[in-house]
């Protein structure tokens, strides 16, 4: 850690830093001091690309979260630089968050990009995005809310595409299916940049948690069912 981000934590903490330690339930409203819609960014890395978006849409709230504790301090002497009040930087488990601080239909959107591919076969399990995280995820973000993640590592993108597809939560925006173009409000990022060195494929995906019906009353149907 270098002694900005070290100075940066010191500081800003108190401010904008969200420890997440399972221990409460979170305000969201309270936490940002405004009720505009939440984006939850797992795994922000050194937060540049955090803070661009944050800057190009400041009525957007970011809850972002990483264990990572140099990014956490850059992207607070990001914020603080630019004068980005929309950020809070969560330090911990983002599964924790979600399921221990998180209420039902808390969030807006959800960004996952660049997450750890583990690539060995052994490893596949660590990979964040698994049907159960989806199970989870969706009951904190309410219908309508977009999710969207990106990898450079392509067969973690056919599994991202697999999992989200066969979720009944979720649909994707992409009329007949598949990947999505990289929408422009997601810059670059810097786990990006160096996948693209190494000649990777980047995919995006976007999908849209569903608003399930109401069930139908089974009193409106025929005697026989029909
Ligand atoms: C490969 S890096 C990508 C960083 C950034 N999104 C980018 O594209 O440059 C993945 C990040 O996810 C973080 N991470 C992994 N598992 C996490 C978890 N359960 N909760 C929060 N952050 C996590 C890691 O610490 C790491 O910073």
Not at 118 to 130: A, D, F, M, S, T
């Amino acid at each position: 850690m270098t002694a900005g981000q070290a100075d940066a934590l010191q500081r800003l903490w108190p401010t904008w830093g969200l420890d997440i330690d399972g221990q409460r339930t979170i305000d969201l409203g309270e936490l940002f001091g405004n009720d505009n819609h939440v984006v939850l960014e797992i795994g922000f890395g050194m937060g540049e690309a955090t803070a661009q978006m944050a800057a190009a849409a400041p009525d957007t709230n970011i809850l972002a979260v990483d264990v990572h504790t140099p990014g956490q301090g850059n992207l607070l002497n990001l914020a603080e630089q630019q004068k980005l009040s929309n950020i809070r930087v969560g330090n911990g488990d983002a599964i924790i968050l979600l399921r221990e601080m998180l209420t039902r239909d808390a969030l807006d959107g959800l960004r996952v990009y660049f997450p750890d591919p583990w690539p060995k076969k052994r490893h596949h399990k660590r990979r964040l995005i698994q049907p159960e995280f989806l199970d989870l995820a969706a009951t904190r973000l309410r219908p309508g809310a977009l999710v969207h993640c990106a990898t450079d590592w392509e067969p973690y993108a056919e599994q991202m595409l697999d999992v989200l597809t066969a979720h009944p939560d979720f649909e994707n925006t992409q009329a007949g299916g598949g990947f999505a173009a990289r929408p422009d409000f997601r810059p670059l990022t810097r786990f990006e940049g160096q996948g693209l060195e190494k000649g990777h494929v980047v995919n995006d995906l976007l999908f849209r948690r569903v608003q399930h019906g109401v069930r139908p009353d089974r009193s409106d149907q025929s005697p026989t069912g029909t």
